[in-house]
């Protein structure tokens, strides 16, 4: 079989006509349906399915031999779950609505318009993909294992929102529709991508491409192609990507940033799967799985006008979201040993041990790189190490250079939030009391952040391990003299 046929299982097209056989063919083929059964004989119709399965049967109602309501009830038993459209030129009530009872989906009235049948078919082959994803996610509640774990053994992880995502992957993989992979960055939205290729059973290539930096001329010449001579330097005809992934999986990554022209060209070919070469008036169906990512929020750039809402709507028929490495913080001693292990085989040298006050230390940071920022954090400190235990020293110069844990990043807070304390004469309090209490919340808030590890916590404040040690004891002991002093007003 080519490996570029679609759709994956034939449509099985029966008639006693051969004129009207090739007329279907030719309609389908133009359509973009490249394997496509045809059936002359009505009597080679149930060997065939007892052998083959298939994706959609057009059946003739009127045949010699064996009609077309004595094939249904026989079709129905054999394969149930296949989509039956009955063609007939017999336009009688009485024959379609005994067919649609014995379980035809649809049925088409003869002579046939082309445009017709192409809708139906369309429509017939989305009901039969969505009721196949419903199965598949039924089974997926139902199953607490994966099926294919091997599909996501580049992702090193055991958070059970991450296992959800893993099942729902599985579920839509099969799909023709398009998937839109949200997160931020260093998340490893590329990384579910392929995963959903390799699921999908797709013959074609996974094929990135980061559009980001693309205006419409040179989106349109990169996933399009051009013909020789459309324009200056075009000395030959070149294929674009959606052409090198047929039959395969197109990852555009950052769509948000695509523009709006752009937008405009990958709508037609979501909906019809169809494009324009740049510089030609031929029209090119397409065979091709679209899989986006974006870090922006593409509902708020709909609500601004930046982003189109018809493109939109297409896009989020299956949607996953990745959630960043602090909503997942046991992921990262996973994560530390899995690219340990990694960079010291690459460097050939033997795999260190750590403290486990690491990670805690890892724990407590915010990681706005997420897993990409981890993995540049570990080979930065693999190769600054020398001692036969690694040395935290080289994480926490990263991590206190970037900013203070859980804060990093933050928008629109002072520098400094003590600034913002604000009294007036009648509820100023006592300056020992107000230095204790602020002492205490901040001891406690550095505690909470670094796990309980007082090494990490002593960092964060700037002082010494044994100066928060003793300053722990004296909180301890002062805690309930100081409580209800705090507002009470200087003398």
């Known amino acids: 079989m080519d490996r570029h046929t679609f759709p994956a299982r034939p449509i099985l097209v029966v008639d006693d006509e051969r004129a009207a056989l090739d007329g279907f ?3 389908l083929v133009s359509s973009g349906y490249t394997n496509i059964v045809t059936l002359d004989d ?3 119709v149930l060997p065939f399915l007892v052998k083959n399965n298939v994706e959609l049967i057009l059946l003739d109602l009127i045949m010699p031999h064996l009609s077309g309501s004595e094939l249904l009830l026989e079709i129905r038993r054999i394969c149930p779950d296949v989509p039956v459209l009955i063609i007939t030129a017999v336009n009688d009530v009485d024959s379609v609505v005994e067919c649609i009872r014995n379980g035809a989906q649809d049925y088409i ?6 445009d017709h049948l192409r809708n139906r078919v369309r429509k017939a082959l989305e009901v039969r993909e969505l009721e196949q994803e419903n199965a598949l996610l039924r089974e997926s509640l139902l199953d607490e294992a994966l099926l294919h774990p091997e599909a996501f053994a580049e992702i090193v992880t055991q958070d059970p929102k991450m296992c959800a995502i893993f099942k ?3 579920a839509v993989a099969p799909s023709t529709r398009p998937i839109l992979i949200t997160g931020e960055t260093g998340t490893g939205k590329e990384l579910i991508a392929r995963s959903i290729h390799d699921l999908s059973g797709r013959k074609g290539e996974f094929v990135a491409v980061n559009i980001a930096a693309f205006d419409d001329p040179t989106f349109a010449d990169t996933l399009f192609g051009h013909v020789r001579g459309a324009f200056t330097g075009a000395e030959s005809a070149r294929p674009g990507l959606v052409e090198k992934a047929a039959g395969g999986t197109l990852f555009l990554d950052e769509i948000g940033d695509l523009p709006l022209p752009s937008q405009v060209k990958l709508l037609r070919l979501l909906q019809e799967q169809e494009y324009f070469p740049v510089g030609s008036d031929s029209l090119k169906k397409a065979n091709v799985r679209i899989v986006a990512s974006t870090l922006k929020n593409i509902g708020d750039l709909r609500r601004k006008g930046q982003f ?10 299956h949607q996953v979201h990745i959630p960043p490495l602090r909503e997942r913080p046991n992921d990262i001693p996973r994560l530390l040993d899995h690219f340990l292990d990694q960079d010291a085989r690459e460097l050939r040298r033997k795999r260190p041990s750590y403290h486990p006050e690491l990670v805690n230390l890892l724990r407590s940071y915010a990681f706005p790189g997420n897993v990409r920022e981890l993995r540049a954090m570990v080979g930065d400190a693999l190769m600054n190490h020398t001692s036969r235990m690694l040395s935290s020293e080289t994480f926490k110069r990263y991590i206190f250079q970037e900013g203070e844990p859980e804060t990093r990043g933050a928008e629109g ?3 400094n939030p003590l600034d913002n304390l604000d009294f007036s004469a009648d509820n100023m309090p006592r300056l020992k ?4 209490k602020v002492a205490q919340i901040l001891i406690s808030q550095a505690m909470r952040i670094s796990c309980g590890n007082q090494t990490v916590a002593a960092r964060i404040l700037g002082i010494s391990q044994q100066a928060l040690s003793a300053k722990l004891k004296k909180v301890s002991l002062c805690e309930s003299d100081s409580e209800g002093d705090l507002d009470a007003p200087a003398r």
Do not use: G, N
């Not at 009235?109 to 082309?114: E, L």
């Open 25 to 27: 063919e030719i309609t």
């Open 413 to 415: 807070r002072s520098a």
């Open 109 to 114: 009235i003869k002579p046939v318009d082309k």
């Open 308 to 317: 189109r809402e018809d493109l939109y709507y297409r896009l989020i028929t």
């Open 433 to 436: 009391v107000a230095t204790q």
């Open 168 to 170: 729902y992957c599985e």
């Open 42 to 44: 009505s009597r080679k």
